[in-house]
Structures are given as C-alpha cells and as structure tokens.
T-cell receptor, first 117, second 114 residues
C-alpha cells in the first residue's frame, strides 16, 4: 500500500495526558498537512510542512500542540495536557506538485480518532 | 459568513438520477477547488479538482466553476447507492502565504435510494 498511513488509528486517553500521532506520507510527496475534523464538520487546517520546514500554523494550533517532520519524511503531532475539546479525528494529507500550489491535490490518510475522557 | 458554504442536506435522490451538490465561497482570491467524498467513519477521498471557469468531466462526475459568482458544483450522473456519502467542497487560495491549505465546507450528506 503506497498511500498515506497514520498510527495509531484510535487513541483513548484521559484528560491531562500527552498523546502523539504519526503520519507517513506518500513516499515521493514533499508536502504534508495536518487537519482536524469534528463530527458534522469539514476538516480544519492545523499545520503544513514542506520537506522538514513547518511553514504555516493555524490559530487553532495552541501551544499545547506541536508538530515535527524531522527528516522531511514522516511527521508527528503531539498534544500535551489533553482536554476533552481535543476529541476529534486528526487527519494527515500529503501532496507533491513542483512549483505552485494551484493543482495541489492532497491525499488523506485514514486518520487517528482521539477520544479524551 | 463562513468561508466555504454547503447545504448540509441530506440530499436524497433515486438511483439513476443526477445528484447536484453546490458550494459557495467568500474569498475571491481562491484559485482551485476540490471535491472530496467521505464515507461514514472514513477519511476524505479526492474525487476531482477544478481551477478554470466552466465544466470538467471525469466519468460520472462533472465539476462546474463560476468564479464571478463564487460558486462551484458537483454533478453525479447515474447516481448509485454506493455514492451515498458526505461530499466535501474544499477551496485553495493558492497564493501569498496560504501554502495550498484547503478550507472545507461542512459537507453535504447525499443519500441515493434504490
């Protein structure tokens, strides 16, 4: 399978605990995005990496959230001191298009569903 | 006003009919537009994208874009029960510092009944 993969697929944690999610993009893709989706809503942008550089972060990404892509391949998203409001599906997407972003087809992984008790 | 608006539905059509899904956006700087399908409990799956005014066809799907009216639509011909899903419209500003992030509507639930 050469698609985007995410682990774990499900995570249940208690409020106040830290969690970390991993995303492995499609191998030749240099662009990687994190989104969050709650029930009945479309995905909301969290952050973007081009290779290993984090180039954009949403205001939604509070200081409890941190994301890395250390070698420009896989990425991790960590949430510290989780809150019940963090319960959502965390989606990773990757894309590859030389030059501009006009035809920036993003392919999503299966997501990590987080439940904070 | 939301940046990307879709009628949440549900939209119910009989099998074999044409389903028409609509989306409006507020930012005139938006340059490309994507339609995703999302089955319950699954992640979004890219159907097609469009960035030029007019129609773009791919199999049973046709995307239509009217930048002057800030309107994009998706037509599904010969609808099948397997098309029953949530359809997400996404907009890409593709300029400045947007880095191609997608802004999604809330999605339209489509039900195709036999």
């Amino acid at each position: 399978d050469t698609g985007v993969s995410q682990n774990p697929r499900h995570k249940i944690t208690k409020r106040g605990q830290n969690v970390t999610f991993r995303c492995d993009p499609i191998s030749e893709h240099n662009r990687l995005y994190w989104y969050r989706q709650t029930l009945g809503q479309g995905p909301e942008f969290l952050t973007y990496f081009q290779n290993e550089a984090q180039l954009e972060k949403s205001r939604l990404l509070s200081d409890r959230f941190s994301a890395e892509r250390p070698k420009g391949s896989f990425s991790t998203l960590e949430i510290q001191r989780t809150e019940q409001g963090d319960s959502a599906m965390y989606l990773c997407a990757s894309s590859s298009r030389g030059g501009g972003f006009l035809r920036n087809e993003q392919f999503f992984g299966p997501g990590t569903r987080l439940t904070v008790l | 006003q939301k940046e990307v608006e879709q009628n949440s539905g549900p939209l119910s059509v009989p099998e074999g009919a044409i389903a028409s899904l609509n989306c409006t956006y507020s930012d005139r700087g938006s340059q490309s537009f994507f339609w995703y399908r999302q089955y319950s409990g699954k992640s979004p799956e890219l159907i097609m994208f469009i960035y030029s005014n007019g129609d773009k066809e791919d199999g049973r799907f046709t995307a239509q874009l009217n930048k002057a009216s800030q309107y994009v639509s998706l037509l599904i011909r010969d609808s099948q029960p397997s098309d029953s899903a949530t359809y997400l419209c996404a907009v890409n500003q593709a300029g400045g510092t947007s880095y191609g992030k997608l802004t999604f509507g809330q999605g339209t639930i489509l039900t195709v009944h036999p």
